[in-house]
């Protein structure tokens, strides 16, 4: 069983009002990998951006090809996962955010600055093992074998 720990540091970033995309740093993927958890950390105490979140995404030569997710800003920090349930053609990438906020106004306003740290790893939470898969006309496990099924005859 997988567990969250070794994490790895990716760094720590600062978002400001006119901040686009930000690359925080390269990842590579464990050898077999379809996930990549990040775990994000607010810094210096309650959001300047009580309204922002970010899209998180790791790309690689072949695209975002573990998706992009919302994050929130949380002090006590908060694990998010990338992935489709399939690998990734590339094995290394680049992490990046991409701060959104609702008030942009008020944010250019006050001058505020969001301090996020990363950090991540990688590891298998898809298609292989021991899952079921359904299909017109049976179902069957993930090593193809037939699955039996009980049936119910009510009066």
């Not at 069983?1 to 590579?28: F, H, K, Y």
């Not at 975002?64 to 290394?92: C, F, I």
């Not at 292989?128 to 017109?136: E, Y």
Request: proline share 5%; hydrophobic share 40%; net charge neutral.
């Amino acid at each position: 069983m997988e567990r969250l720990i070794g994490w790895s540091p990716l760094g720590t970033v600062q978002i400001g009002p006119t901040s686009g995309r930000v690359a925080i740093g390269d990842v590579t993927l464990q050898p077999g990998a379809d996930t990549l958890w990040v775990k994000v950390r607010q810094l210096g105490g309650a959001s300047p951006w009580p309204h922002g979140f970010g899209l998180l995404s790791w790309q690689s030569a072949s695209g975002r090809e573990l998706g992009t997710t919302k994050v929130w800003g949380h002090t006590e920090g908060e694990v998010v996962r990338l992935g489709v349930g399939l690998q990734p053609v590339a094995t290394t990438g680049v992490l990046c955010f991409e701060p959104r906020s609702y008030n942009l106004s008020w944010v250019k306003a006050s001058g505020a600055v969001w301090q996020l740290q990363f950090e991540s790893q990688s590891g298998l939470t898809g298609g292989a093992g021991g899952g079921v898969s359904g299909f017109a006309g049976g179902f069957v496990t993930a090593q193809g074998a037939g699955l039996e099924l009980a049936r119910v005859v009510f009066p």
